[in-house]
């Protein structure tokens, strides 16, 4: 929960932190828009590295080897390098997040109550994501101090980190780790699953559906949270702590959702569930959009953040349920991989359109984006019952 906590307050910063980025390099709203479009570069390298890191060196290496290149990013940003350094070193971040994003999320969603695992765990990332643009916002407003002071945070957080998941995974091996999965009857030749895992999921249709549905989900809320200070700020004419606090009432929505409604979740089911969870975000984004006082706009992307908290666990439950073990971590690699993409290009293209249209064009394409999120949930094929047994829930769905 603490390394999820600190991959939130990463994530989340991005978006107090581009007003500054502006303002200290003379960038436009497209060329700042790069801070977004060079996120997924260190997931790609990620997709590929996660099953080599696990085969040779188990969770214990994941532990070891993400929170090193967050501990690279924090310390190169906070010496405020030239702008393509600083791209550099936002790429070197987002490897090492790539790495314990789409690891972990394997791990806890191959548990048992895995919608009240994913809940907490990316509740820990929303928590995060909460507290980072309040600490960092005040710290820039209240404080008056330079915004790569902001970094110098994220460095002392990720020697925590290292130093957490570490003592966690210290006996968490590539034996253990191979050991483990040679007991899933599914594995039955540990070597043939390590060449043939990644192409493998591709032959599944859940597989494409989930990458389109991250695709978009993530989309959404990385252009909420990348550009809404810039939205409170021009369009609503909150001051730069009042906007700040805004993104951070958006991440601590989406907290109290993961946390509150996983629960929820698995009662009324993750398919009904999450439809009416999106369908509720959308009736909050255009109540937002109809609201021009800062104070109720804040409260309206609040709870909107709190409708699209549950989401992201959600299609990670849909990838463990309806896809064999052998290929969580492979695919949970690959559609978190899209997702990334998607939260790099949808900001990006947004600050495009702002630059060209103004920011104004912020609400329609969330709109747009939310709209398209529930169609793609709604392609996701119904969940076999949990009692059948998993190679053949497996056949029936590659099937569809």
Not at 26 to 38: A, E, K, M, W
Not at 193 to 214: E, G, M, N, P, Q
Not at 355 to 377: R, Y
């Amino acid at each position: 929960m603490l390394s999820f906590t600190v991959l939130g307050m990463m994530v989340s910063t991005l978006g107090v932190m581009v007003p500054q980025f502006e303002a200290h390099y003379g960038l436009t709203d497209f060329q700042v828009s790069f801070v977004f479009l060079v996120w997924p570069i260190g997931y790609v390298a990620a997709a590929w590295l996660n099953s080599f890191i696990h085969q040779k060196l188990g969770q214990r290496g994941i532990a070891t080897i993400g929170p090193l290149f967050h501990i690279i990013m924090a310390t190169v940003v906070a010496l405020h390098p030239p702008f393509p350094v600083l791209l550099l070193a936002l790429s070197v971040g987002s490897l090492g997040t790539g790495i314990l994003d789409g690891s972990f999320c394997a791990w806890a969603g191959g548990m048992r109550n895995a919608n009240v695992v994913q809940g907490f765990l990316h509740g820990s990332y929303s928590t995060g994501a909460g507290l980072g643009p309040f600490i960092a916002g005040s710290m820039l407003s209240v404080g008056d101090m330079p915004w790569y002071s902001w970094y110098y945070v994220l460095l002392g957080l990720s020697v925590l980190e290292a130093i957490a998941l570490f003592l966690a995974f210290r006996f968490e091996d590539s034996k253990r780790y191979l050991d483990d999965h040679k007991q899933d009857p599914l594995l039955e030749d540990q070597e043939e699953h390590a060449t043939k895992a990644k192409t493998s999921i591709f032959r599944h249709s859940v597989t494409w559906i989930c990458a389109a549905y991250f695709l978009a989900c993530i989309g959404t809320e990385n252009a909420i949270s990348g550009w809404i200070v810039v939205f409170m700020t021009r369009v609503n004419h909150a001051s730069a702590y009042l906007a700040s606090i805004s993104s951070s009432g958006f991440w601590i929505g989406q907290a109290a959702g993961r946390l509150a409604l996983g629960v929820v979740t698995d009662r009324v089911g993750v398919r009904t569930a999450t439809i009416a969870y999106l369908v509720a975000a959308i009736g909050f984004e255009v109540l937002f959009a109809v609201i021009r006082i800062p104070v109720l706009s804040a409260v309206a992307i609040a709870l909107l953040g709190f409708c699209l908290g549950p989401l992201f666990p959600c299609g990670v439950v849909m990838v463990t349920r309806l896809l064999p073990r052998k290929l969580h971590v492979e695919a949970i690699s690959f559609v978190v991989l899209i997702g990334q993409v998607g939260g790099a290009l949808l900001p990006f293209a947004l600050g495009a359109l702002a630059e060209n249209l103004g920011i104004q064009v912020f609400q329609v394409v969330v709109f747009v984006q939310l709209v398209g999120t529930l169609l793609i949930w709604l392609a996701f094929p119904r969940l076999p019952p949990t009692h059948a047994p998993r190679e053949n829930r497996t056949e029936e769905i590659s099937t569809q």
